[in-house]
């Protein structure tokens, strides 16, 4: 098996057989795959971003000018290597000094006991070693101790007193810090491992879980979700597009698990997305929860994500909270487990549309129930007009001009023709 380059530039494997050349893969699916090696996750499960920076420019010097900061943010055992370098070297860096003005006061090579010594009985660098030691840690064994006899060893363990002070303040607070930091406050909210999407009042909603399990809970908190996407401008450069996502309950109190809740309407960026476009979508959902602790009164923030492969579709969770007689019971092994339930497997914007002709038709059908109704109600009134008009009139019966006048005849006559008018003008 050999790799050919064609004239687009690509690499691709071939098989010779005899006189034969077979072509594997092409540079569609090359370049398929490396699109899908460079859309890597972007924040982790655990709430750390999955990024890395190179070529800082002055990146020593940043963390150098705010050195606090730069111990907070460190590593416990590059924390503890610090500590005890800083008073090791202050140790060693002392002692130099007081083993050099020995020398240079000639303590070490005169044994006259009338010569009084800068500092009583140091007599080797290990004897200085020792003096600096027990000077910063105010030890005090009485043996070797500072004369009067030179300024300089004074002035040193001055120096030596006000830098261990220095040091004592700098590595014992940031270990304080780093011991209130809101990290591992932040390790106990736990985000549910999957979100899913299901009907909530007849509406496609997306949904996750947010629990607290320690017993004290913090004070308030707010939710906020953003959707990164990958695209790929003209030039083929990769770039991310973030898009707010609203949420019917962004202010809450986690005392017990709370499901978040976006509705899919279409000012959200899910609202043409079914089920299949979204799990081959390429896309990843960004929560975070920003809360203040009750016992330390700080503001802390936990962070998760979901891919397309972590949004389950036609599913909902299982209730953790249950109503007994006199307090509220969380059943946490639920917090997790979900139950599949009907969904539509069009996007919410088919569905709307859907709904949509439905009522139009619903509308329709009900202009033409009551157009019909009406048209009933017409007809009715009329054959009881035409039978009120009948019962009017009064049959005639054959009289004889002998019986009864003319003009007695014509006036029953118009009598029936107008009340005949009134019944008809009043339909």
Not at 318 to 335: E, G, M, P, T
Request: proline share 3%; hydrophobic share 35%.
């Amino acid at each position: 098996m050999r790799k050919m380059n064609d004239q687009s530039g690509c690499y691709r494997p071939v098989n010779i057989q005899g006189n034969k050349v077979s072509y594997r893969g092409s540079c569609g699916d090359s370049a398929e795959k490396e699109g899908k090696r460079l859309q890597k996750r972007f924040l982790h499960k655990d709430g750390s971003c999955n990024v890395y920076f190179k070529h800082i420019f002055g990146e020593w010097e940043s963390y150098v000018v705010d050195i606090f900061t730069t111990l907070v943010d460190i590593k416990w055992r590059h924390m503890f290597v610090i500590f005890s370098l800083s008073y090791v070297l202050s140790w060693l860096f002392f002692g130099l000094l007081f083993w050099l003005i020995a020398v240079q006061h000639g303590d070490l090579f005169n044994d006259e006991e009338e010569v009084t010594p800068c500092v009583a009985n140091v007599h080797s660098f290990t004897g200085a070693f020792l003096f600096s030691l027990e000077t910063q840690t105010t030890i005090g064994y009485g043996y070797r101790c500072v004369t009067e006899e030179c300024s300089l060893a004074i002035l040193m363990v001055i120096l030596q007193s006000v830098l261990s002070c220095i040091i004592d303040t700098f590595i014992i607070g940031a270990a304080l810090a780093k011991m209130a930091t809101a990290r591992k406050r932040a390790q106990t909210i736990r985000f549910s491992y999957y979100a899913v999407v299901g009907l909530r009042d007849d509406k496609f909603c997306l949904m996750w879980r947010i629990g607290d399990f320690r017993p004290n809970h913090m004070v308030e908190g707010s939710v906020r979700a953003q959707l990164l996407r990958y695209k790929e401008d003209k030039e083929g450069r990769m770039t991310m597009e973030y898009r707010d996502l609203k949420l019917l309950n962004d202010q809450i109190i986690l005392v017990t698990p709370v499901t978040v809740v976006h509705e899919i309407d279409s000012d959200s960026p899910l609202y043409g997305l079914d089920r299949k476009a979204l799990a081959k979508d390429n896309f990843e959902i960004l929560v975070t929860f920003v809360y203040t602790g009750d016992s330390t009164g700080t503001s802390h923030q936990s962070r998760s994500s979901y891919v397309p492969r972590e949004i389950l579709w036609g599913h909902r969770f299982n209730d953790v909270l249950h109503v007994k007689k006199k307090y509220y019971k969380v059943d946490c092994l639920q917090f997790e487990e979900t139950t599949e339930v009907y969904a539509p497997h069009c996007s919410a914007m088919q569905l709307e549309q859907k709904e949509q002709e439905w009522n139009r038709a619903e509308k329709t059908r009900e202009k033409q129930a009551e157009k019909s109704a009406l048209e009933m109600k017409y007809s009715q009134k009329s054959l009881s007009a035409v039978a009120l008009v009948t019962s009017c009139e009064e049959p005639e019966e054959p009289v004889t001009a002998s019986s009864q006048p003319p003009g007695e005849v014509s006036y029953k006559k118009a009598a029936v023709t107008l009340s005949r008018l009134s019944i008809e003008s009043q339909i």
